[in-house]
């Protein structure tokens, strides 16, 4: 089973933040863009503030609705802060990916 990472940021979905965030529950509705169906072990690339940063979520459990083609699902997420840098991108350590000045800008 291949895990996959889903930029949802562009999409529309509740989040409901569990234990100070380390958990949660989603419903994602209108999500039938994705070429591959969200999976158990998948991540969600999600938005973490409003600068625009993102944060990171491992699916738990994910239950589709009856009509698939309406794109609606919910379930567990757990929080999965990134551990690669890429190059001028970095993780602050709570999971917000930030340009590596901003960062640095940040902890100076």
Not at 37 to 46: E, H, N, P
Not at 54 to 62: G, H, K, L, P, S
Not at 79 to 93: L, M, N, S, W, Y
Request: proline residues 3%; aromatic residues 10%; hydrophobic residues 30%.
């Amino acid at each position: 089973m291949e895990v996959r990472t889903h930029d949802i940021t562009r999409h529309s979905y509740s989040f409901d933040p569990k234990d100070e965030g380390m958990t949660g529950f989603i419903f994602c509705h209108g999500v039938t863009s994705f070429e591959h169906r969200v999976k158990v072990g998948d991540y969600l690339t999600m938005r973490g503030s409003p600068k625009g940063n993102t944060t990171r979520y491992q699916v738990v459990t994910v239950e589709y609705a009856r009509d698939v083609e309406e794109g609606m699902w919910s379930g567990k997420v757990a929080f999965a802060p990134r551990t690669q840098k890429k190059e001028g991108i970095e993780d602050d350590g709570a999971g917000n990916t930030c340009f590596s000045s901003e960062l640095n800008a940040a902890q100076a």
